[in-house]
């Protein structure tokens, strides 16, 4: 199974920061990588796909990069509303494997 | 509701069994593979199950492999996740999630509300 790794496991921010997680698979996945937020007692929501690709709907301030085995999530300008933990997942092989999550909060 | 409903979560003794299901509304259901995501409380995300759109392929996690087993009826735009020999570590939110392909993108883009299954003597 491929294996992802999240870092940090949990953030905390400022309004109006920049604020980058990290997720690393195992071996290569080419860019068969997305996000997802989840917000307390809710169900997971993606926000980007292929790696690096905008769900449609979702503010441009999230954006998505890398390939291979090294991948970043970005929130150009932290928002109340973006408190939530975020998972990166592979899509590469079954089982379609999710990181441990990151916590984000506000400072 | 939204276009996937989980049901038949409870409180199960460890070793008992139980079914979940996961009925879908609003879009043509025998087109899409369905899998199961669960979490723990307090845990993230753990991919559990899927079933193909036509029912002819399923793959478990290793957790639940000879334990949980999936079926799926589009004539009742349903599939059912069967729980045997439950364990405490089964304890879990299960949600389905309806798998979008396009081309060689995979994306969960609809979830259920999850439904919450407790494993306890």
């Known amino acids: 199974d491929i294996q992802m790794t999240q870092s940090p496991s949990s953030l905390s921010a400022s309004v109006g920061d920049r604020v980058t997680i990290s997720c690393q698979a195992s071996q290569d996945i080419d860019n068969y990588l997305n996000w997802y937020q989840q917000k307390p007692g809710k169900a997971p929501k993606l926000l980007i796909y292929d790696a690096s690709n905008l769900e449609t709907g979702v503010p441009s301030r999230f954006s998505g990069g890398g390939s291979g085995t090294d991948f970043t999530f970005t929130i150009s300008s932290l928002q109340p509303e973006d408190i939530a933990t975020y998972y990166c997942?592979?899509?590469?092989?079954?089982?379609?494997?999710f990181g441990q999550g990151t916590r984000l909060e506000i400072k | 509701q939204g276009p996937l409903v989980e049901s038949g979560g409870g409180v199960v003794q460890p070793g008992r069994s139980l079914k979940l299901s996961c009925t879908a509304s609003?879009?043509?259901?025998?087109?899409?593979?369905i899998h199961w995501v669960r979490q723990a409380p307090g845990k993230g995300l753990e991919w559990v199950a899927v079933v193909w759109y036509d029912g002819t392929e399923k793959y478990y996690a290793d957790s639940v492999k000879g334990r949980f087993t999936l079926s799926r009826d589009n004539s009742k735009n349903t599939v059912s996740l069967q729980m045997n020999n439950l364990r405490d570590d089964d304890t879990a939110v299960y949600y389905c999630?309806?798998?979008?392909?396009?081309?060689?993108?995979?994306?969960?883009?609809?979830w259920g509300q999850g439904t919450r299954v407790t494993v306890s003597s």
């Open positions: 999630a309806r798998e979008l392909r396009i081309l060689r993108n995979k994306v969960f883009d609809y």
């Open positions: 997942q592979q899509y590469d092989s079954l089982p379609y494997t």
């Open positions: 609003g879009f043509t259901f025998r087109s899409y593979g």
